[in-house]
Protein backbone atom coordinates (compact mmCIF):
# COMPACT_ATOMS: atom_id res chain seq x y z
CA UNK A 1 0.00 0.00 0.00
CA UNK A 2 1.20 3.52 -0.75
CA UNK A 3 0.43 6.88 -0.17
CA UNK A 4 -1.69 8.71 2.90
CA UNK A 5 -5.05 8.59 3.74
CA UNK A 6 -8.20 7.99 1.53
CA UNK A 7 -8.60 7.97 -1.78
CA UNK A 8 -12.78 6.89 -1.56
CA UNK A 9 -14.85 6.97 1.00
CA UNK A 10 -17.96 6.02 1.33
CA UNK A 11 -21.14 6.86 4.26
CA UNK A 12 -24.05 5.70 4.73
CA UNK A 13 -24.72 4.18 1.15
CA UNK A 14 -27.94 3.21 0.32
CA UNK A 15 -29.88 2.48 -2.63
CA UNK A 16 -33.82 1.37 -3.55
CA UNK A 17 -35.04 0.29 -6.53
CA UNK A 18 -38.67 0.79 -6.15
CA UNK A 19 -39.57 -1.56 -3.06
CA UNK A 20 -35.71 -3.05 -3.27
CA UNK A 21 -33.55 -1.90 -0.95
CA UNK A 22 -30.35 -3.00 -2.88
CA UNK A 23 -27.69 -1.26 -0.79
CA UNK A 24 -28.89 -0.65 3.24
CA UNK A 25 -26.33 2.13 4.84
CA UNK A 26 -22.81 0.83 3.70
CA UNK A 27 -19.90 2.78 4.74
CA UNK A 28 -16.08 1.91 3.88
CA UNK A 29 -13.17 3.65 2.97
CA UNK A 30 -9.77 2.94 -0.16
CA UNK A 31 -6.65 4.03 0.76
CA UNK A 32 -4.57 5.31 -1.82
CA UNK A 33 -2.38 2.41 -3.38
CA UNK A 34 -4.82 -0.24 -1.40
CA UNK A 35 -6.36 -3.24 -3.30
CA UNK A 36 -9.88 -3.59 -1.36
CA UNK A 37 -12.51 -6.63 -2.00
CA UNK A 38 -16.20 -5.80 -2.41
CA UNK A 39 -17.48 -9.62 -1.29
CA UNK A 40 -20.57 -11.15 -0.91
CA UNK A 41 -22.93 -13.86 -2.06
CA UNK A 42 -25.08 -12.98 -4.99
CA UNK A 43 -27.92 -10.22 -4.39
CA UNK A 44 -25.75 -8.77 -1.93
CA UNK A 45 -25.50 -5.63 -3.67
CA UNK A 46 -21.69 -5.29 -4.59
CA UNK A 47 -22.48 -3.97 -7.97
CA UNK A 48 -25.04 -1.28 -6.90
CA UNK A 49 -22.00 -0.13 -4.75
CA UNK A 50 -19.99 0.13 -8.01
CA UNK A 51 -22.52 1.68 -10.08
CA UNK A 52 -22.76 4.62 -7.69
CA UNK A 53 -19.18 4.53 -7.48
CA UNK A 54 -18.63 5.02 -11.31
CA UNK A 55 -22.01 6.96 -11.86
CA UNK A 56 -24.19 4.89 -13.18
CA UNK A 57 -26.72 5.03 -10.59
CA UNK A 58 -27.54 8.15 -8.41
CA UNK A 59 -27.71 6.86 -4.44
CA UNK A 60 -30.91 6.94 -2.56
CA UNK A 61 -29.01 7.98 0.46
CA UNK A 62 -25.48 8.61 1.29
CA UNK A 63 -22.62 9.95 -0.05
CA UNK A 64 -18.93 9.10 -1.88
CA UNK A 65 -16.07 11.12 -1.91
CA UNK A 66 -13.17 10.76 -4.68
CA UNK A 67 -9.36 11.93 -4.05
CA UNK A 68 -11.13 14.85 -2.07
CA UNK A 69 -14.27 15.67 -3.66
CA UNK A 70 -17.77 14.59 -3.53
CA UNK A 71 -18.77 13.09 -6.56
CA UNK A 72 -22.37 10.97 -5.46
CA UNK A 73 -24.35 12.01 -8.17
CA UNK A 74 -21.55 12.93 -11.24
CA UNK A 75 -22.16 11.44 -14.56
CA UNK A 76 -20.14 8.32 -15.59
CA UNK A 77 -18.04 10.49 -17.63
CA UNK A 78 -17.46 12.82 -15.41
CA UNK A 79 -16.21 10.02 -12.79
CA UNK A 80 -13.92 9.29 -15.58
CA UNK A 81 -12.43 11.88 -16.25
CA UNK A 82 -11.99 12.35 -12.47
CA UNK A 83 -9.78 8.61 -12.37
CA UNK A 84 -12.11 6.12 -11.88
CA UNK A 85 -11.46 3.19 -14.38
CA UNK A 86 -13.88 0.27 -14.58
CA UNK A 87 -13.91 -3.28 -15.92
CA UNK A 88 -17.10 -5.18 -16.50
CA UNK A 89 -18.13 -8.77 -15.38
CA UNK A 90 -19.60 -9.36 -19.01
CA UNK A 91 -16.91 -8.06 -21.32
CA UNK A 92 -17.87 -6.58 -25.09
CA UNK A 93 -15.15 -5.43 -27.13
CA UNK A 94 -15.80 -3.88 -30.29
CA UNK A 95 -15.28 -7.24 -31.56
CA UNK A 96 -15.01 -6.18 -35.18
CA UNK A 97 -12.04 -3.90 -34.69
CA UNK A 98 -8.24 -4.56 -33.64
CA UNK A 99 -6.95 -5.07 -30.31
CA UNK A 100 -4.76 -2.30 -30.64
CA UNK A 101 -7.84 -0.45 -32.18
CA UNK A 102 -10.16 -1.09 -28.95
CA UNK A 103 -7.65 0.76 -27.06
CA UNK A 104 -6.58 3.23 -29.88
CA UNK A 105 -10.86 4.80 -28.84
CA UNK A 106 -10.22 4.89 -25.14
CA UNK A 107 -7.27 6.83 -26.07
CA UNK A 108 -8.88 9.12 -28.46
CA UNK A 109 -11.54 9.78 -25.78
CA UNK A 110 -10.79 13.78 -25.71
CA UNK A 111 -12.16 13.75 -29.27
CA UNK A 112 -15.98 12.79 -28.51
CA UNK A 113 -16.51 15.98 -26.18
CA UNK A 114 -19.38 17.87 -28.44
CA UNK A 115 -19.65 18.16 -32.47
CA UNK A 116 -16.97 19.62 -33.95
CA UNK A 117 -14.39 17.16 -32.24
CA UNK A 118 -16.13 14.31 -33.85
CA UNK A 119 -14.07 15.19 -37.21
CA UNK A 120 -11.02 15.00 -35.33
CA UNK A 121 -8.91 11.43 -36.01
CA UNK A 122 -8.83 9.19 -33.58
CA UNK A 123 -6.35 6.79 -35.19
CA UNK A 124 -3.37 9.35 -34.57
CA UNK A 125 0.29 8.27 -34.30
CA UNK A 126 -0.06 9.34 -30.51
CA UNK A 127 -2.68 7.06 -30.03
CA UNK A 128 -0.95 4.02 -31.76
CA UNK A 129 1.77 4.61 -29.58
CA UNK A 130 -0.20 4.82 -26.00
CA UNK A 131 -2.04 1.54 -27.42
CA UNK A 132 1.22 -0.13 -28.09
CA UNK A 133 2.01 0.43 -24.23
CA UNK A 134 -0.28 -0.53 -22.75
CA UNK A 135 -0.66 -3.56 -24.46
CA UNK A 136 2.59 -4.74 -23.52
CA UNK A 137 1.69 -3.17 -20.13
CA UNK A 138 -1.41 -6.19 -19.74
CA UNK A 139 0.58 -8.31 -21.89
CA UNK A 140 -1.23 -8.23 -25.32
CA UNK A 141 1.15 -6.39 -27.54
CA UNK A 142 1.28 -9.94 -29.88
CA UNK A 143 -2.15 -9.72 -30.47
CA UNK A 144 -2.26 -5.93 -31.46
CA UNK A 145 -3.40 -7.15 -35.04
CA UNK A 146 -6.06 -9.23 -33.96
CA UNK A 147 -9.50 -8.69 -34.51
CA UNK A 148 -10.58 -8.32 -30.68
CA UNK A 149 -13.70 -10.88 -31.24
CA UNK A 150 -10.90 -13.61 -31.76
CA UNK A 151 -9.58 -13.51 -28.57
CA UNK A 152 -10.11 -15.94 -25.65
CA UNK A 153 -11.74 -14.60 -22.50
CA UNK A 154 -8.81 -14.61 -20.44
CA UNK A 155 -7.00 -11.74 -23.19
CA UNK A 156 -10.49 -10.28 -23.54
CA UNK A 157 -10.57 -9.50 -19.50
CA UNK A 158 -7.10 -8.01 -20.03
CA UNK A 159 -7.87 -6.44 -22.83
CA UNK A 160 -10.55 -4.91 -21.13
CA UNK A 161 -8.06 -3.94 -17.97
CA UNK A 162 -5.93 -2.00 -21.05
CA UNK A 163 -9.19 -0.05 -21.98
CA UNK A 164 -9.87 1.06 -18.74
CA UNK A 165 -5.92 2.04 -17.97
CA UNK A 166 -6.25 4.37 -21.17
CA UNK A 167 -8.22 6.61 -18.90
CA UNK A 168 -4.82 7.16 -16.58
CA UNK A 169 -7.02 6.27 -13.61
CA UNK A 170 -6.36 6.62 -9.88
CA UNK A 171 -9.00 4.33 -8.87
CA UNK A 172 -9.94 1.06 -10.72
CA UNK A 173 -12.86 -0.57 -9.81
CA UNK A 174 -12.52 -5.16 -11.56
CA UNK A 175 -16.19 -6.03 -11.91
CA UNK A 176 -15.14 -10.69 -11.69
CA UNK A 177 -12.25 -10.16 -13.48
CA UNK A 178 -10.87 -13.53 -12.82
CA UNK A 179 -14.51 -15.50 -13.78
CA UNK A 180 -14.12 -18.19 -15.65
CA UNK A 181 -10.76 -18.20 -16.40
CA UNK A 182 -8.48 -21.34 -16.41
CA UNK A 183 -5.82 -21.20 -13.67
CA UNK A 184 -2.70 -20.24 -15.87
CA UNK A 185 -4.95 -17.64 -16.69
CA UNK A 186 -5.88 -16.63 -13.21
CA UNK A 187 -2.10 -16.49 -12.22
CA UNK A 188 -1.49 -14.45 -15.10
CA UNK A 189 -3.94 -11.90 -14.42
CA UNK A 190 -2.88 -12.16 -10.46
CA UNK A 191 0.41 -10.91 -11.76
CA UNK A 192 -1.06 -8.07 -13.38
CA UNK A 193 -3.39 -6.24 -10.99
CA UNK A 194 -0.37 -6.41 -8.20
CA UNK A 195 1.99 -4.81 -10.57
CA UNK A 196 -0.99 -2.21 -11.46
CA UNK A 197 -1.41 -1.81 -7.54
CA UNK A 198 2.78 -1.38 -6.93
CA UNK A 199 2.31 1.28 -9.80
CA UNK A 200 0.35 3.36 -7.49
CA UNK A 201 -3.49 2.71 -8.74
CA UNK A 202 -6.24 1.87 -5.99
CA UNK A 203 -8.08 -1.02 -6.65
CA UNK A 204 -11.04 -1.83 -5.75
CA UNK A 205 -12.95 -5.03 -6.99
CA UNK A 206 -15.72 -7.60 -6.69
CA UNK A 207 -14.57 -11.58 -6.72
CA UNK A 208 -16.29 -14.39 -6.50
CA UNK A 209 -13.37 -16.65 -6.16
CA UNK A 210 -12.42 -16.67 -2.62
CA UNK A 211 -8.29 -17.84 -2.62
CA UNK A 212 -7.93 -15.52 -5.49
CA UNK A 213 -9.82 -12.67 -3.52
CA UNK A 214 -8.42 -13.44 0.01
CA UNK A 215 -4.70 -13.17 -1.56
CA UNK A 216 -4.89 -10.21 -3.69
CA UNK A 217 -6.44 -7.98 -1.07
CA UNK A 218 -5.18 -6.45 1.50
CA UNK A 219 -8.70 -5.89 3.65
CA UNK A 220 -12.02 -6.87 2.78
CA UNK A 221 -15.60 -5.44 2.89
CA UNK A 222 -18.30 -8.43 3.17
CA UNK A 223 -21.70 -7.12 1.97
CA UNK A 224 -24.95 -9.58 2.63
CA UNK A 225 -28.47 -8.05 2.02
CA UNK A 226 -27.30 -4.56 1.31
CA UNK A 227 -25.29 -4.70 4.05
CA UNK A 228 -22.57 -4.20 5.58
CA UNK A 229 -21.51 -7.34 7.11
CA UNK A 230 -17.67 -7.26 7.79
CA UNK A 231 -14.79 -5.28 7.05
CA UNK A 232 -10.85 -5.95 7.94
CA UNK A 233 -8.24 -7.59 7.23
CA UNK A 234 -8.80 -11.21 5.11
CA UNK A 235 -7.69 -13.66 8.05
CA UNK A 236 -9.93 -11.63 10.70
CA UNK A 237 -12.98 -12.08 8.21
CA UNK A 238 -12.43 -15.66 7.22
CA UNK A 239 -12.94 -16.13 10.80
CA UNK A 240 -15.79 -14.20 11.59
CA UNK A 241 -18.82 -17.00 12.29
CA UNK A 242 -21.06 -14.28 10.67
CA UNK A 243 -19.25 -14.23 7.39
CA UNK A 244 -19.03 -17.64 7.12
CA UNK A 245 -22.20 -18.65 7.78
CA UNK A 246 -23.73 -16.12 5.19
CA UNK A 247 -21.17 -16.31 2.27
CA UNK A 248 -20.30 -19.62 2.06
CA UNK A 249 -21.49 -22.05 4.83
CA UNK A 250 -19.92 -23.34 8.10
CA UNK A 251 -15.83 -23.39 6.77
CA UNK A 252 -15.65 -22.57 3.25
CA UNK A 253 -14.05 -19.18 3.53
CA UNK A 254 -11.30 -20.64 6.01
CA UNK A 255 -10.44 -23.14 3.73
CA UNK A 256 -10.46 -20.19 0.86
CA UNK A 257 -8.72 -17.92 2.65
CA UNK A 258 -5.77 -21.02 3.54
CA UNK A 259 -2.26 -19.15 2.98
CA UNK A 260 -3.38 -15.62 2.93
Known amino acids: ?12 LSKRFGGLQAVDRVSFDLMRGEILGLLGPNGAGKTTCFNMISGVHRPTEGTIHFDGRRTDGLEPHRMAELGVGRTFQIVRPFASMTVAENVMTALGRSNYRGIHPLFRRWDTKPCRD ?3 ELLERVGLTSYAARNAGQLPLGDHRRLEIARALALAPKL ?14 VARMEGLIRSLSDSGISILLIEHNMKVAMSLSQRVVVLDHGRKLAEGSPEAVAADPEVI ?16
Open 1 to 12: MTGDGAILSVRG
Open 130 to 132: GAM
Open 172 to 185: LLLDESFSGLRHEE
Open 245 to 260: EAYLGKGGIVDAAGGV
